[in-house]
């Protein structure tokens, strides 16, 4: 192989839409835990529809109309900077869960999610995102204490989403 050909190869490979995405699994079954539960709410025909601000059910899963993110009023700038332009932002609120625990929150599509628990971002123990999976995108797991939350969604490239959040 000539060295043209070699950097023509490297190219190609550096921006592949594989790597792009850092080179995220492909399918349902990528996940990194099950999932089945969260991706059958979620693309359940009757999915509840609400304005962000409202207020959602742990383990019911919901559409999240968002807004520009000049305009999303959120409680805490975002953690991330958003990538998307232009990017859509929407916060929306969960009472207390039953017991301290694990949760995941799962989205439908890209985006950026903080939980804010007792007016601090709550850190993320896990992550999984799978490509070309209907329904579903990314699910990423927070411990969460028995304290109502905010969940804020950021840098989503679409004005709706679905979410649900469920325990582990």
């Known amino acids: ?24 699994p492909s399918g349902c079954d990528k996940f990194k835990w099950p999932l089945a539960h969260e991706r ?11 304005e962000a601000g409202a207020a ?16 999303a009023k959120l409680a805490m700038a975002p953690e991330r900077a958003p990538k998307a332009s232009p990017s859509w932002a929407g916060a929306i609120e969960l009472a207390a869960p039953a017991a301290a625990g694990t949760y995941k ?16 971002f709550v850190k993320p123990v896990a992550f999984s995102g799978a ?5 579903l995108r990314k699910s ?3 411990p969460l204490e ?3 939350l905010t969940i804020q969604l950021s840098d989503v490239k679409t ?8 325990p582990e």
């Open 1 to 24: 192989m000539t060295i043209s050909a070699r950097t023509a190869l490297l190219v190609a490979t550096l921006f592949s839409p594989a790597f792009a995405y850092g080179a995220e």
């Open 40 to 50: 059958s709410a979620l693309s359940a025909p009757d999915l509840a529809r609400l």
């Open 56 to 71: 959602l059910s742990f383990d019911a899963a919901a559409s999240v109309r968002l807004v520009p993110l000049a305009e």
């Open 105 to 120: 929150v799962s989205l439908s599509g890209e985006g950026w999610i903080d939980v804010v628990q007792e007016g601090r």
């Open 131 to 135: 490509l070309d999976c209907p329904s």
């Open 140 to 142: 990423v797991k927070f």
């Open 146 to 148: 028995a304290e109502p």
């Open 159 to 166: 004005p709706e989403i679905s979410l649900i959040v469920s």
